[in-house]
C-alpha cells in the first residue's frame, strides 16, 4: 500500500514539475520587462560595505496603487527612479537602500505603508492619487518620518506632494497637433472631469490655438479612467466628423482611442488618423502593420520626480508639507518624438521653440477655464 | 478505506501543500530563496499584532463570501454572482451608514441587516428566473454582477456624493471598529466583523446540518426531482437558496464598507473577493468550518504576499500562482479519488 501511495506522489509530482514550467513562461513574460535593468535583483542579499560609501543609513520605498510595479506606466516609472537614485549612490535594492511594495486593492495600502514604516525606511512614497488618505493616515501617525505622494496634494508636515506641470506638456502636444492636422479639427478626450484632467484640455487647446486660432478643438470627456469601449466610440465619432488627430488623457480609454485609430488605418492605410499619447511614451499602443498611429505622446517622467524628491530628502532639504511642480524646467515633462515619420524634424524644431518660450516665462500656460479665455482673447 | 469524510480534509492538506511546494520551485527556478520568501509571507501574516489584524481582516469577506457559494453549491446552485452580491451590500451598508442617525446598538444592526437584504435581493433575481424560466443561474449571476459594478459606481458618483469617486465615512455609531480593538492590533485595519463571520458560520452549518428545512434545501441540490416527489417545493427551494447564498455575500461587502474602509469609493473593476469566496468554498469543501479555515488561508496569504517584495525581493504575484495551483489540486481531486479507488481495488 505505502509503495503505491508513493507511487501516487511522485506521479503528482512530474505533474507538479510540468504544471511548474508551464507558469514560468507566464512569469517571464510578466517580469520580463524590468529584469534588464534589475539583473541585481536576485543577488538582493545585503552587501554592508555599501551602505557605508553610499548613503549612510538613508533607504527609500514606495507603494505602488493597484497596478503594480510592472503597468507600465506611473508605478513602474516611479520604481525606475528609485533604480536610478539607487544606482547613482551605489546601493542596493533592499531595506538598506530602495525598495517597493505593492498593493492590489485599496485595502493593502495602508498595510504596505505601515509594514514599509516598520522596516524604518526613512522616505516612502505612495504612488498616485488613490494613496492620498492612507498617506495621510499615516504621515500623521509617524510624524518623525517622510512620505511623498505623487500626483495629489496631502496634508502634514512631512509629507511631499508631488504634482506634474501637465498644462505645459499638453500646450506642446497641442503645438505637435496643430501642425499635424490636415482637415483644421483635433480632438481632445478626458478621462473623468476634475481640476487635474482640466489642465490637460486647456494645455492642449491653449497649444493648438497659438499655433492657429481657425483649428476647431472638440472636447469630450469619457467619465471613466477604464472604460475602452466609450474611448472607441467617442474616437469613432470624432473621426467620423473630420478630425484627424485626438490627443486623450483618460487612462485605459484611451486604449479605445488607439484601437480606433489603427482599426481605420488597418481598413485604409491612407486615413490619416493620429493618436497622441499620454503620461508615458505610447508609441507601441499605436502599432499596425508598417504604420504607426501615435503622433507623440505627453511624456510625465515619475521617474525623474521621484529620483529628484529621495534626493532632496537624502541631502537634507526634504520639502514637507509643500507641493512641487515638476514640469518642462526639471525635464519632468516631455513631447515623446519616437515615431520620426510622423513627428517631423518641421514639428520637433517648432515644439522645441514653444517649449523655450515656456521655460522664458514669456507664456503662461493657462489652467483653468476661466485663464484659458483670458489666454486665448489675448492671442 | 477512505471514507469520504476523511478524503474531504487530505484532499485540501494535500492540495495546499502541493501548492506551496511548487510556489517553492517557482522561486527556486527564477533565483529566489524559497525559505526567505515563505519566512518573508509568514512575517507578512503573523509576524506581528500589526499584521495578525490585518490577515483577519482580510480574513472577514473571504468567510462570508466563501459561505455564499458554498451554501449555494450545498443546494445545488452555482453563484458566480458573489461579486456582485458583496457590491450592492457594501452600498447599502454604507448608505445606511451616512444617512441615518441612530444609537450605535440600532444604527450597526440595522447596517448589516440591510446589506444582508440588498444581498438577497441580487440573488433573488437569478434565483427567480431559474425557478420559474430555468434560466441558469451562472448567466443571470455574472451579468449581475457586472450591472452590480457600474450600479454602484453610478450611485456613488451621483446619489451619496456630489461628483466624487468615493462617500464621505460612515457615522461612528455604524462603524464596526473600536479603538480598543484597533489599539491591541496595532492600529490595523481590524475590525469586530470577525464576530459576525463565525456567527454567520455556526447559522450556515445549524441551518443545513441540523434544520429540517435546511435538510430540504439540500435534498433540492441533490436530486430535483426526487425532492419535488418527496413533497418538497423546488422553485421556493431555488429561490430561498439563492437569498440566503446573496445575503452572505452583502453581509461581506458589509464587512468592507463598516469595518475595513468605513466609505465606498468607486471600483474600476471588481474587489474579487466574490471570485476568491468560489476558490474558498471549493477548498473549504462547502462547509461552514472548512470555508472559514480556508478563507483564513487565503486572507493570510494575500496579506503575507504584500510583505514578500520588501523582505525578500519575492514579486507578490508569486502568491497568486500559490493558489492557483491549489486550485487546480483541489479541482483534480476527482482525479486523485478515482486514482485512490483503483489503488484500493488492487490492493483487495
Not at chain 2, 507578490?316 to 479507488?341: D, N, P, Q
Request: aromatic fraction near 10%; hydrophobic fraction near 45%; include cysteine.
Amino acid at each position: 500500500m505505502k509503495n503505491k501511495l508513493l507511487l501516487m506522489l511522485v506521479a503528482l509530482f512530474a505533474a507538479v514539475l510540468v504544471l511548474g514550467a508551464c507558469g514560468t513562461s507566464d512569469d517571464e513574460d510578466t517580469t520580463g520587462d524590468d529584469t534588464p535593468e534589475t539583473e541585481t535583483d536576485g543577488g538582493s542579499e545585503e552587501e554592508p560595505e555599501d551602505e557605508t560609501e553610499g548613503i549612510g543609513d538613508f533607504s527609500v520605498a514606495m507603494v505602488t496603487d493597484e497596478g503594480g510595479v510592472d503597468d507600465r506606466s506611473f508605478n513602474q516609472s516611479a520604481w525606475e527612479g528609485l533604480q536610478a537614485f539607487g544606482a547613482e549612490h551605489n546601493v542596493e535594492r533592499g531595506a538598506t537602500g530602495f525598495d517597493y511594495a505593492q498593493s492590489t486593492d485599496a485595502a493593502d495600502f495602508l498595510p504596505n505603508l505601515n509594514g514599509l514604516v516598520q522596516q524604518d525606511f526613512n522616505l516612502i512614497f505612495g504612488i498616485g492619487f488613490l494613496l492620498e488618505d492612507a498617506i495621510t493616515e499615516v504621515a500623521a501617525n509617524f510624524p518623525d518620518r517622510q512620505f511623498g505622494l505623487v500626483d495629489s496634494v496631502a496634508a502634514g508636515d512631512n509629507v511631499a506632494s508631488i504634482t506634474f506641470a501637465e498644462e505645459q506638456g499638453s500646450f506642446l502636444v497641442g503645438v505637435a497637433a496643430a501642425l499635424a492636422t490636415e482637415t483644421d479639427q483635433v480632438g481632445f478626450i478626458g478621462g473623468v472631469t476634475s481640476d487635474l484632467i482640466k489642465r490637460f484640455e486647456t494645455g492642449f487647446v491653449a497649444g493648438v490655438k497659438a499655433v492657429n486660432p481657425d483649428i476647431d478643438v472638440r472636447v469630450e470627456y469619457a467619465e471613466s479612467f477604464s472604460d475602452d469601449q466609450m474611448g472607441r466610440s467617442l474616437a469613432n465619432s470624432m473621426y467620423s466628423s473630420g478630425i484627424d488627430v485626438i490627443y486623450h488623457a483618460a487612462g485605459a480609454v484611451g486604449l479605445g482611442v488607439f484601437t480606433e485609430a489603427r482599426n481605420r488605418i488597418e481598413n485604409d492605410p491612407e486615413a490619416g488618423v493620429w493618436v497622441i499619447g499620454v503620461d508615458r511614451d505610447q508609441y507601441d499602443q499605436g502599432q499596425q502593420g508598417d504604420h504607426n498611429v501615435t503622433l507623440t505622446s505627453m511624456v510625465k517622467r515619475v521617474d525623474v520626480a521621484v529620483h529628484e524628491v529621495a534626493n532632496m530628502a537624502l541631502a537634507g532639504n526634504f520639502p514637507g508639507g509643500e507641493q512641487v511642480i515638476f514640469g518642462l524646467e526639471e525635464d519632468a515633462i516631455g513631447v515623446a518624438d519616437t515615431n520620426t515619420e510622423a513627428f517631423t524634424d518641421e514639428i520637433a524644431t517648432a515644439v522645441e521653440e514653444w517649449k523655450q518660450r515656456i521655460l522664458d516665462g514669456e507664456i503662461d500656460v493657462p489652467q483653468t477655464d476661466d485663464e484659458l479665455e483670458a489666454y486665448l482673447e489675448a492671442l | 478505506m477512505f471514507s469520504n469524510r476523511l478524503f474531504n480534509i487530505v484532499v485540501p492538506i494535500v492540495s495546499v501543500l502541493l501548492g506551496l511546494i511548487v510556489g517553492a520551485i517557482i522561486m527556486l527556478f527564477f533565483g529566489y530563496n524559497p525559505i526567505e520568501g515563505y519566512l518573508a509571507l509568514w512575517n507578512g501574516a503573523f509576524g506581528n499584532m500589526y499584521f495578525f489584524g490585518e490577515t483577519i481582516r482580510q480574513t472577514i469577506p473571504l468567510i462570508l463570501t466563501g459561505l455564499a457559494v458554498a451554501f449555494a453549491f450545498r443546494t445545488g446552485l452555482f453563484n458566480i454572482g458573489a461579486e456582485g452580491q458583496v457590491f450592492v451590500g457594501w452600498v447599502s451598508a454604507v448608505w445606511v451608514g451616512i444617512s441615518f442617525d441612530l444609537p450605535a446598538i440600532i444604527h450597526l444592526p440595522l447596517a448589516i441587516l440591510v446589506a444582508a437584504f440588498a444581498g438577497a435581493l441580487w440573488g433573488f433575481i437569478p434565483g427567480f428566473l431559474k425557478a420559474t424560466r430555468g434560466v441558469h443561474e451562472v448567466i443571470v449571476t455574472i451579468m449581475l454582477n457586472y450591472t452590480a459594478l457600474y450600479s454602484s459606481n453610478y450611485l456613488i458618483r451621483n446619489v451619496l456624493s456630489e461628483g466624487g469617486d468615493r462617500t464621505e465615512p460612515i457615522a461612528e455609531t455604524a462603524s464596526l471598529r473600536t479603538a480598543w480593538l484597533s489599539e491591541t492590533f496595532g492600529y490595523s485595519q481590524v475590525h469586530w466583523g470577525f464576530v459576525v463571520a463565525i456567527l454567520m458560520a455556526v447559522l450556515m452549518w445549524f441551518l443545513l446540518e441540523k434544520t429540517t428545512y435546511g435538510y430540504e434545501l439540500r435534498a433540492v441540490g441533490f436530486n430535483e426531482h426526487a425532492a419535488n416527489y418527496a413533497g418538497i417545493s423546488v422553485k421556493k427551494s431555488i429561490i430561498v437558496s439563492m437569498m440566503i447564498s446573496g445575503a452572505f455575500a452583502g453581509i461581506a461587502g458589509a464587512m468592507e464598507g463598516l469595518g475595513t474602509f468605513r466609505y465606498i469609493y468607486t471600483h474600476a473593476s471588481f474587489t474579487n473577493l466574490g471570485f476568491d469566496g468560489i476558490a474558498v468554498a471549493l477548498l473549504g469543501a462547502n462547509t461552514a468550518l472548512g470555508s472559514s479555515l480556508a478563507a483564513l488561508l487565503f486572507g493570510s496569504l494575500k496579506v503575507g504576499s504584500l510583505r514578500m517584495p520588501p523582505l525578500s525581493g519575492v514579486p507578490s504575484e508569486l502568491v497568486e500562482i500559490v493558489i492557483a495551483v491549489i486550485i487546480f489540486f483541489v479541482a483534480s481531486s476527482y482525479l486523485i479519488r478515482w486514482v485512490t479507488l483503483r489503488l484500493k481495488k488492487g490492493e483487495k
